[in-house]
């Protein structure tokens, strides 16, 4: 099918992304885009506001620790040219988004894990620091001692993601999507957030979309490449994300905590939003 041209009439640039800690990355977003700079540099700017701030307990410094007590990070980022750059497993760098962009930038490479990826960033000038805050580790020593271990409630104390989409004046799509991930999750873990087509994918022609929750999910359903295709075939972005969280529900028998929420955006700056429970808020 014919994919939707760009809006030649379109008035401003969008900004959108997951939680309410969205509000303040959206606003450094904005500034960028309202003075005309591109996507890619809006949604590096603003999701680097939520990594550096301490107080925020699932991404960048102060995330929540795996299992071990480390703090561990994943990111990625995507533009309208189809070029990405991640990172999964990085430890001791506050802005893996940033170092996202230089693997994309830099190297031959999309994704640059572990010793790997935190040996590039040092290359590239990025600061070493501890990312583990008084608080995080507090509440980490408190769960190694609990007896059940119950993990964070998604929609609570562990929105494990910040994931942002724009489109600018030019009508070109870029996103970015960065986590701690899942508190106190097994040593190695890595979830949806660095893989290109699950936590985020954009397709300049068509549009973008990105995840939070649960990555597991997300990740077998491919499912932010699945709602830009969904969008290629004509849907709109709040039925092609509506289809991609019923996907996921009818491919899991145990529905309890599985929370999901997917963010899309089209050509013509028309954005939706879908979860499988209540609880799950964006910001535009």
């Not at 059940?148 to 070109?172: C, F, R, V």
């Amino acid at each position: 099918t014919k994919t939707n041209p760009v809006n030649k009439n379109q008035s401003k640039p969008v900004v959108i992304s997951t939680w309410i800690h969205g509000m303040e990355a959206n606003k450094t977003a904005w500034e960028r885009l309202k003075v005309g700079d591109n996507a890619l540099n809006a949604v590096e700017a603003g999701v680097r506001v939520t990594e550096s701030d301490p107080k925020n307990r699932s991404v960048g410094i102060g995330g929540n620790p795996d299992a071990a007590g480390e703090v561990t990070l994943d990111a990625c980022i995507m533009n309208h040219k189809s070029e990405c750059g991640a990172v999964a497993y990085l430890k001791n760098i506050e802005n893996p988004i940033s170092v996202a962009r230089k693997v994309m930038e830099e190297t031959p490479h999309v994704l640059l894990v572990g010793q790997g990826a935190l040996s590039f960033a040092i290359e590239q000038g990025f600061e070493k620091k501890d990312l583990l805050t008084e608080e995080a580790k507090a509440d980490w020593i408190k769960w190694k001692e609990s007896e059940n271990q119950k993990k964070p409630e998604i929609n609570h104390e562990n929105h494990d993601t910040i994931s942002m989409l724009a489109i600018d004046k030019e009508g070109n799509l870029s996103g970015a999507c960065t986590t701690s991930g899942w508190a106190y999750k097994l040593p190695g873990r890595v979830g949806d957030s660095p893989i290109i087509g699950s936590g985020l994918f954009v397709d300049n022609e068509v549009g973008a979309a990105c995840a939070t929750g649960i990555g597991e999910a997300v990740i077998r359903i491919s499912g932010s490449s699945t709602i830009v295709e969904l969008m290629r075939q004509g849907k709109s972005p709040q039925e092609a994300c509506k289809e991609a969280v019923n996907r996921i529900l009818k491919k899991h028998k145990d529905h309890e905590g599985l929370q999901v929420g997917f963010l899309a955006i089209n050509k013509k700056g028309e954005v939706g939003a879908y979860s499988s429970y209540y609880g799950f808020n964006y910001a535009y």
